[in-house]
């Protein structure tokens, strides 16, 4: 990009060009391997299905502290690892 447009008047202008050329490729480039959106929408998107999925887990926790529990059980959120498992490693991890 530098070498095509150049002479540059002033280093302004090249760094405005840079600025130019970033905001493109972050908000209007279409990528084919995330379903051709800009990548700062995909971006937006992965933050928002954490939020909900943080305010999921909050909600989890709310309903555990209202019976009493203190510490929501991890069996709870993940499988419990099958006695024949245990059997062939010895260990739980």
Same mark, same amino acid.
């Given at each position: 990009m530098?070498?095509? *447009?150049a002479p540059w008047k002033t280093k302004e202008?090249?760094?405005?060009? $840079?600025l130019v050329r970033v905001s493109?490729?972050?908000?209007?480039?279409l990528l084919q391997p995330?379903?051709?959106?800009?990548?700062a929408e995909a971006e937006a998107n992965?933050? *928002?299905q954490l939020a909900s999925?943080?305010?999921t887990m909050v909600?989890? $926790?709310?309903?555990?502290?209202s019976r009493g529990d203190s510490?929501?059980?991890?069996?709870?959120f993940y499988p419990q690892p099958s006695s024949s498992f245990l059997k062939c490693t010895g260990t739980p991890f």
């Open positions: 530098i070498h095509r *447009r202008a090249v760094e405005f060009a $840079t493109w490729f972050n908000h209007y480039r995330i379903g051709y959106i800009p990548p992965y933050y *928002r999925q943080t305010a909600a989890l $926790t709310g309903l555990h502290q510490v929501p059980r991890l069996s709870e």
